[in-house]
């Protein structure tokens, strides 16, 4: 396994990356607000909880789907997989109309890719998981991610993975901004000498 990037953004400032600030999403920031909205601040709610709050019923049947207001969730799947697919699920209940029987492919995969990463980020919201001190071990981090928001171990690494390439992307970002800053950008001094 590779180690982690920055297990956390004070890990960052001691590596010496003194300026970069982690900017959210568009996502991340609807997240962290539909949390507010519920009044939910820590990992350590379930399903159930979100349900209640926003009116949204769940029920058992053998393959997962979802309608205005209602859940449904395989009984089969483990408590922390049935977490992340009520936060894939929920993403239809709550931005998606229509059945995707009836859509074009392309609009269907578009929904589904919106859905998976919605529960990503879901399941596990930045604003919590930058509140984590994450071990230096990538496989403790993983670990502690998972049980903390009760999701899979591989939920949890994907997560992580896309948590650090925002991280990466904010790093190359600033360093970008420094070199723009330092250098100009066009040298029209050589330029002038040949025309004239």
Not at 24 to 50: G, N
Not at 95 to 121: T, W
């Amino acid at each position: 396994m590779r180690p982690l990037l920055y297990h956390s953004i004070e890990h960052m400032f001691q590596k010496g990356v003194k300026s970069m600030r982690y900017t959210t999403s568009h996502l991340e920031d609807s997240i962290e607000r539909l949390y507010q909205a519920m009044e939910i601040e820590d990992p350590d709610y379930s399903i159930f909880d979100v349900a209640e709050r926003l009116s949204i019923t769940i029920s058992y049947f053998k393959l997962p789907f979802a309608v205005p207001g209602h859940i449904a969730l395989s009984p089969a799947l483990k408590e922390e997989k049935q977490k992340e697919v009520f936060a894939h699920e929920l993403n239809h209940v709550l931005f998606h109309v229509g059945l995707q029987i009836n859509m074009p492919e392309d609009f269907r995969i578009m929904q589904e890719y919106k859905a998976c990463s919605f529960a990503m980020h879901f399941a596990i919201p930045t604003f919590m998981l930058r509140r984590l001190i994450l071990p230096d071990d990538r496989y403790k981090a993983i670990t502690m991610i998972s049980e903390t928001f009760g999701v899979t171990p591989s939920f949890a690494n994907k997560r992580l993975i896309r948590y650090e390439n925002q991280i990466a992307g904010a790093m190359l970002h600033e360093k970008l901004l420094k070199c723009s800053e330092s250098k100009p950008v066009y040298e029209y001094e050589p330029l002038i000498r040949i025309l004239r």
